[in-house]
C-alpha cells in the first residue's frame, strides 16, 4: 500500500504564502495525488490534485516533484478561514482505494 | 453546504441495537465510499461501491453491513457494535471511482457505543 507522511503541524502567518509538504514514498506511475482540508465537525473538502506536473486553481497550487515522492500544497495567502487540518492521499495502484496521509494541522495567526 | 448528505448527525447506541447510516448524494456518481475516522487520525477506507456493486471491502467486520439501493443512496447497517466502534463515519462519492477523480465527503455520522 501507498504511504504518505505529513509534518503534525504548521503555522503561518496571516496573509503570506504557506508550503504544507507530503512525502509519497511508495506512490505508483498511474496514481493521483489529491490533497484534502478539513475544518472540525466537517468532512474532508477537495482542494486540488494532480499526476506529474504542477496544478493551479482558485485555491491551491500543488507542486509535484519529478520523482512524484513528494508534493507541496501552497495556499498564496492564508486566511483564518484556511485553518483546518490538511491531508495528502493518493490511490494505491489505480484503485478507488485513497490512502490518506497523517495530516497537517495548520494554524493561522492573526 | 455539502452535496453528500448524511443522516443522522449524532448516533447513540448500545452494543445490542441495531441501527442504520443513511448517506445520499443527487450529483449523478456512481462510486460511493464509506470510512472512518477516529479522533485526530486520517479517514481510513471500509467499503467502496461501483455502480452499485461492492468492489472493495477493506477486511471490515461483519457487524458492519453495507447496503447500495440506488445510484443515490448508500446505507450502512450497524449490530452488536463494541465500544471501540466508536467514531465519525463519512460517506463520499465520486464521478465513475477512477484515481484521478475528487471524492465529495458528506459531514458524517459521529457515533457512539455505550
Known amino acids: 500500500d501507498a504511504k504518505t507522511t505529513q509534518p503534525n503541524s504548521m503555522e503561518s502567518n496571516e496573509e503570506e504564502p504557506v508550503h504544507l509538504p507530503c512525502n509519497h514514498s511508495?506512490?505508483?506511475?498511474?496514481?493521483?495525488i489529491h490533497w484534502y482540508r478539513q475544518l472540525p465537525s466537517q468532512g474532508p473538502e477537495y482542494v486540488i490534485h494532480?499526476?506529474?506536473s504542477n496544478v493551479n486553481n482558485r485555491m491551491a497550487s500543488l507542486a509535484i516533484a519529478e520523482d512524484r515522492k513528494s508534493s507541496t500544497l501552497i495556499l498564496h495567502r492564508a486566511t483564518l478561514r484556511d485553518a483546518a487540518v490538511y491531508y495528502c492521499?493518493?490511490?494505491?495502484?489505480?484503485?478507488?482505494?485513497?490512502?490518506f496521509g497523517t495530516g497537517t494541522r495548520l494554524k493561522v495567526l492573526a | 453546504d455539502t452535496e453528500v448528505t448524511q443522516t443522522p448527525k449524532h448516533l447513540v447506541m448500545g452494543m445490542t441495537n441495531k441501527k442504520s447510516l443513511k448517506c445520499e448524494q443527487h450529483?449523478?456518481?456512481?462510486?460511493m465510499y464509506w470510512y472512518k475516522q477516529k479522533a485526530k487520525k486520517p479517514p481510513e477506507l471500509m467499503f467502496v461501491?461501483?455502480?452499485?456493486?461492492?468492489?472493495i471491502n477493506e477486511s471490515v467486520p461483519s457487524r458492519f453491513s453495507p447496503e447500495c439501493p440506488n445510484s443515490s443512496l448508500l446505507n450502512l447497517h450497524l449490530h452488536a457494535l463494541q465500544p471501540e466502534d466508536s467514531a465519525l463515519y463519512l460517506c463520499?462519492?465520486?464521478?465513475?471511482?477512477?484515481?484521478?477523480?475528487?471524492?465529495?465527503f458528506g459531514d458524517g455520522t459521529r457515533l457512539s457505543i455505550l
Open positions: 492521499a493518493s490511490t494505491t495502484s489505480g484503485t478507488y482505494k485513497y490512502i
Open positions: 511508495t506512490i505508483s506511475g498511474t496514481d493521483y
Open positions: 494532480g499526476l506529474t
Open positions: 450529483m449523478g456518481h456512481r462510486a
Open positions: 461501491y461501483s455502480y452499485e456493486k461492492l468492489s
Open positions: 463520499a462519492s465520486s464521478r465513475t471511482g477512477g484515481s484521478n477523480q475528487p471524492q465529495h
